[in-house]
C-alpha cells in the first residue's frame, strides 16, 4: 500500500482594514472593519482563496463578527 502525505494548511491574513463605529465585547477597544483571505494550501500549493470580510478588534484580534461573501 502507498504512503501518501496530505498536508493541508489555511492561513488568514487581514487584507486591509478600517475603523468602524463599535467596540470589542472582551477589551472594549475599538472595533474595525477588516477585508480578510483564507487561503488553503496542499502540499503548500495555493488551492482555494476565500475573501470575506469580518468585524475585528484592534487590539486584541478578536473576530466579533463576520461576514460571508458570495463572490470568490
Ligand atoms: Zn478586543
Known amino acids: 500500500m502507498s504512503c ?3 498536508l493541508v494548511d489555511q492561513k488568514t491574513k ?3 482594514s478600517k475603523p468602524v463605529a463599535g467596540t ?6 475599538s472595533a474595525r472593519v477588516a477585508d ?3 487561503q488553503t494550501r ?3 500549493v495555493p488551492v482555494n ?3 470575506w470580510k469580518a468585524i475585528i478588534c484592534s ?3 478578536a473576530i466579533l463578527k463576520s461576514y460571508r461573501q458570495a463572490s470568490y
Do not use: A, H, L, V
Not at 470589542?24 to 477597544?29: A, D, I, L
Open 4 to 6: 501518501f502525505c496530505f
Open 14 to 16: 487581514i487584507r486591509r
Open 24 to 29: 470589542c465585547s472582551r477589551c472594549r477597544s
Open 36 to 38: 480578510m483571505m483564507t
Open 42 to 44: 496542499f502540499c503548500y
Open 49 to 51: 482563496s476565500k475573501y
Open 59 to 61: 487590539f486584541c484580534g
